[in-house]
């Protein structure tokens, strides 16, 4: 007896179905430009407000904190005029001199321990030079030499070169 309800139901589902999808739609076409507008007729873009409408958006910026535009920029300040007693034109001291260049090579070790410590370091390809601390490299002083570095010195210029290990 329960059959027969659920087959009703069954049918009356299919049946609105093909309805919704065999029935034939129209949308009104809606004229953009107004009932009494004809077909001469054109569309306008809407009038801009003038600068007026706006002066609250400067006079109170959104984006500022206190609401409160931006003091106007400060007024250059003049140069004053060189007295008599004064130099019109000043010399510029002339740039310090660069650096001197590094000694070139590479640390291939650190030797040594309790105080006595040796680098070797080599030069130009073949030339390998085993020195210690104290001893000088193209005019750099080895200053400290380190497990992992050494330290030469040249004036007041320091340059550390690492130890590298082998590619």
Request: hydrophobic share 40%.
């Amino acid at each position: 007896m329960r059959a027969a309800p659920i087959w009703f139901l069954n049918a009356v589902l299919a049946l609105a179905v093909l309805v919704l999808f065999r029935w034939p739609v129209t949308v009104p076409q809606i004229d953009p430009r107004g009932a009494e507008a004809g077909p001469q007729a054109e569309i306008m873009p809407a009038p801009v407000p003038g600068s007026e409408h706006y002066a609250v958006i400067t006079d109170r910026p959104l984006f500022n904190p206190d609401r409160r535009p931006p003091p106007p920029p400060a007024a250059p300040t003049p140069e004053p005029e060189p007295s008599a007693t004064e130099p019109k034109t000043a010399v510029p001291e002339p740039p310090p001199p660069p650096p001197p260049e590094p000694p070139v090579g590479r640390l291939h070790g650190v030797i040594g321990g309790s105080g006595a410590w040796l680098v070797i370091f080599q030069q130009d390809g073949d030339t390998v030079r085993r020195l210690k601390e104290g001893e000088e490299l193209d005019g750099w002083r080895i200053v400290e030499i380190q497990p992992h570095a050494v330290v030469f010195a040249r004036g007041d210029h320091l340059h550390t070169v690492p130890l590298r290990p082998e590619p």
